[in-house]
Every structure is written in C-alpha cells, then in structure tokens.
C-alpha cells in the first residue's frame, strides 16, 4: 500500500525545536519530490517546504525560510522537517505529501500535530 | 492572506451544479498547473484535480476543472451531501518560488 506517516510533533515551548519525520511506504520513494503543507486551527492548507526525489533541490515558504530546514534520507525512506525557533504561529497540523505542483500531490499522510505554547 | 483567491463559501442543492473560483496572477495560474483539492475534516486532504483539467483514477466525472489565463474553476456536478468539505485550489508560484494554496472554500449541500 502506497502510503505516508507523519510523526515528531507535540507541544513545544515558542524558541524552541523539533523535528518532524515523514516515512514512506509502497513506491519508489527517491522518484518523488515531497511537500510539507500546514494548517492551522481554523485555517486553511498552507504550502510549508519541498525537497526533490534526490534531495538536491529544496523550496520554502517565506514565513519559515531560515529557521526550518527540509531534508530526506532515501535509504531510510524517509523526509524530515527541522523545525526551529518555533513561534506560536507555527501551531498546526503538519502534512507530508507526494508530488510536484504540476501533478498535484496525490499521497498525504495524516497529519502530526504541532503545537507552541508556554 | 492567501496569494490565490477562493470564495469563502458556496452552498447549493443535492443533484444541482456548483463551481468554485480561484483567482491568481500571471506569476502562478496563468504560467503553472493548477490543482485542486477536497479537504474533510479530521481526514487527510485528497488530490481532485491535476494538471488542470486532469482526474486521477478514482475521482468521479462529477468533478471538473479548467483554467482560463489567471483563473482556474472546480465544477461539481450532481451534488451529493458526502461533496461537503472545504475545496482548496494550489499552484506554483515562479516568482516566490514557493507553492501557494487558496484560501479554501467551504462547500455546503443544502
């Protein structure tokens, strides 16, 4: 079964730090680019970061440029999100997803929960 | 505020037509794919259309879309209650560099 599963996310303090992982299942996982896409309480879909299948070319929206970081690990099937200097702001349920803009992203996980609060 | 702009809400009846609007510029729609998704609460989101116009094995002929310079439009055809969620329409945008989503649009089956 083609599928991905998000994990790494709780509550952490505003400067803080975690790191979300994304595993993938089921496909030739370094064909893919894979997107981070966000949603905060009560808000809609936001384009968060992507890194391509080889994990050369990597994208990020504005609003975390400089303190998340994207990167993959295709022998572990795996993309990660470092999530640093976390501001409330950054409180949402974070989804990893497969696929270029152009294709659409046609495979997302569930989500992992983020939450910042002291 | 999102970079592409999406009606809030739309509302129409069971078996009856609705579209939905996704406004942007010549930096995203009017030189990019659009694609649009259905979002469920407490679900993952799910991928309708591609490439503009594009189905994916699965999705029903009820779901349509088109794009017409910086425009692009979801049509759903023969509304059924299980159609509500919230529709989101995405592109990329060359001069952020960056992937953007609409604001989303709340769909309800009256």
């Known amino acids: 079964e083609v599928q991905l599963v998000e994990s790494g996310g709780g509550l952490v303090q505003p400067g803080g730090s975690l790191r979300l992982s994304c595993a993938a299942s089921?496909?030739?996982?370094?064909?893919?680019?894979i997107n981070w896409v966000r949603q905060a309480p009560g808000k809609g879909l936001v384009w968060v970061s992507r890194?391509?299948?080889?994990?050369?070319?990597?994208n990020y929206a504005d609003s975390v440029k400089g303190r998340f970081t994207i990167s993959r690990d295709n022998t572990k099937n795996t993309v990660y999100l470092q999530a640093n200097s976390l501001r409330a702001e950054d409180t949402a349920v974070y989804y990893c997803?497969?696929?270029?803009?152009?294709?659409?992203?046609?495979?997302w996980g569930q989500g992992t929960t983020v939450s910042v609060s002291s | 505020q999102s970079v592409l702009t999406q009606p809030p809400s739309v509302s129409a009846a069971p078996g009856q037509k609705v579209t939905i609007s996704c406004s942007g510029s010549s930096s995203n729609i009017k030189n990019n794919y659009v694609s649009w998704y259905q979002h469920l609460p407490e679900t993952a989101p799910k991928l309708l259309i591609s490439?503009?116009?594009k189905r994916p094995s699965g999705i029903p002929d009820r779901f349509s879309g088109s794009k017409s310079g910086t425009s692009a439009t979801l049509g759903i055809t023969g509304l059924q209650t299980g159609d509500e969620a919230v529709y989101y329409c995405?592109?990329?945008?060359?001069?952020?560099?960056?992937?953007?989503f609409g604001g989303g649009t709340k769909l309800t089956v009256l």
């Open positions: 089921g496909f030739t996982f370094s064909y893919y680019w």
């Open positions: 890194i391509s299948g080889d994990g050369s070319s990597t």
């Open positions: 490439e503009n116009n």
């Open positions: 995405a592109t990329w945008d060359s001069s952020l560099s960056a992937g953007v």
């Open positions: 997803a497969r696929g270029m803009f152009r294709d659409g992203m046609d495979v």
